[in-house]
């Protein structure tokens, strides 16, 4: 006989098994996690790790940008049934650490080096109180995927190294320029050739180079990759990691000189790498490019973008953050991005769309009202 109690708890049951059970993917909808609560993982990346997949991303708060709480982590088996890990990473309470609470900590990428069994996190990072001026990156280790990830340091990128793929600088003439003879005016076509000679790398030679939106990349071959926006957002830089990917080598190339790319997300298939990006217009969407390249070092060609359907020109409203490739299931890649809502940062959505490919091999990103992953079957 059903008690009265019985039925309470099958009917406890059934209500938070209708709240996890997500039917597909749905971009820009509100997309609830195991307790019903709308994911908060932006900017993020997803990593599989055995048979569990999962995504990490920034904490945003309802009515600011700055981090206050730090790197959630998610899990799944199916990537649409999403369970709320905790925060991988935490904002420090310790005034004056890097990553004191209410620092700017953006796109969080995580990867596993398997020979040292660690997980390796980096991130955009911005000091507390410095709005978007300190343009480094951070990075944090744990043992496990979920965390907790001990912070290890931030910085800029490779201080006193010259990227391989620029001619050497003429310290003199770029010194000069920098101190304003000549007078070059932002955007002319003399300021442009300057832009792409080094100008700003060669300001910021020193003291390393200013690395914004980024993403981390695993080679076949095991070696890594950090790609991020430097020098004032004109130039995106490609910098080897080393053997444990806590560090860069100190080797490094510029790509798209003066081109005005962030968000960059990156995959390979058949041995071509592809990689979209952003404009920059902060919060605001724009059209998505793309660039391909047979070599990590490049050089990269630039394409037209990838996105077809509606709103394609804006990328459906959204800004590029990952690309996912599904491991167990052949050629298949899910374009990840985030719409933001600046007004209302937790309440950003995410976009997440099978990539499909031309007959030569091109990617191509169309819109989708609502999918499923047995639909990649
Ligand atoms: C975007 C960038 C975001 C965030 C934002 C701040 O262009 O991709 O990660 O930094 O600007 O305005």
């Known amino acids: 006989m059903l008690t009265s109690k019985r039925i309470m ?20 909808a509100v997309w609830p996690d195991n307790r ?93 109180g410095q709005g978007y001026a300190a343009a480094r990156y951070g990075v944090a280790v744990a043992d496990k995927a979920e965390g907790p990830y001990t912070f290890l340091r931030s910085g800029r990128v490779n201080p006193k190294i010259w990227p391989e793929n620029t001619p050497k600088p003429d310290a003199e003439v770029l010194t000069s320029a920098l101190n304003g003879n000549p007078k070059l005016d932002w955007w002319t076509p003399e300021w442009m050739e300057y832009v792409k000679k080094g100008m700003y790398t060669w300001r910021d030679y020193d003291g390393g180079q200013m690395a914004r939106d980024q993403t981390v990349y695993v080679d076949d071959d095991g070696k890594a990759y950090h790609i991020y926006s430097s020098e004032e ?11 444990d990917y806590t ?30 990006t952003s404009g920059c217009t902060g919060w605001a969407p724009n059209k998505a490019r793309m660039f391909t390249a047979t070599s990590i070092w490049g050089p990269w060609k630039q394409l037209p973008n990838p996105c077809v359907g509606p709103n394609a020109d804006l990328t459906f409203g959204g800004q590029s953050t990952y690309i996912l490739k599904i491991a167990d299931r052949p050629d298949t890649y899910i374009f990840m991005a985030d719409i933001w809502r600046p007004e209302h ?33």
């Open 233 to 243: 957002n004109l130039t995106l830089q490609i910098a080897e990691l080393t053997d």
């Open 9 to 28: 708890t099958m009917a406890v049951a059934f209500l938070s098994l209708s709240i996890g059970a997500q039917a597909g993917i749905k971009p820009g």
């Open 36 to 128: 019903g609560v709308h994911i908060n993982a932006h900017g993020g990346g997803v990593l599989k790790s055995g048979d569990t997949y999962y995504w990490f991303g920034e904490h945003k708060a309802d009515t600011t940008s700055s981090a206050m709480v730090g790197v959630t982590c998610y899990s799944s088996k199916d990537l649409e049934n999403w369970t709320y890990r905790g925060v991988a990473l935490s904002v420090s309470d310790q005034k004056g650490s890097d990553i004191e609470r209410g620092c700017i900590l953006e796109r969080p990428k995580v990867i596993y080096n398997k020979k040292t069994g660690k997980y390796v996190m980096w991130f955009h990072l911005e000091l507390k």
């Open 345 to 377: 940062p937790s309440d950003a959505r995410y976009i997440w769309l099978p990539i499909e490919f031309k007959a030569d091999g091109t990617p191509v990103v169309e819109w989708k009202d609502e999918w499923s992953m047995d639909d990649l079957k």
């Open 247 to 276: 560090a860069h080598t100190g080797r490094y190339v510029r790509v798209a000189e003066g081109g005005q790319n962030e968000a960059p997300a990156i995959m390979k298939r058949n041995g071509v790498y592809w990689m979209i």
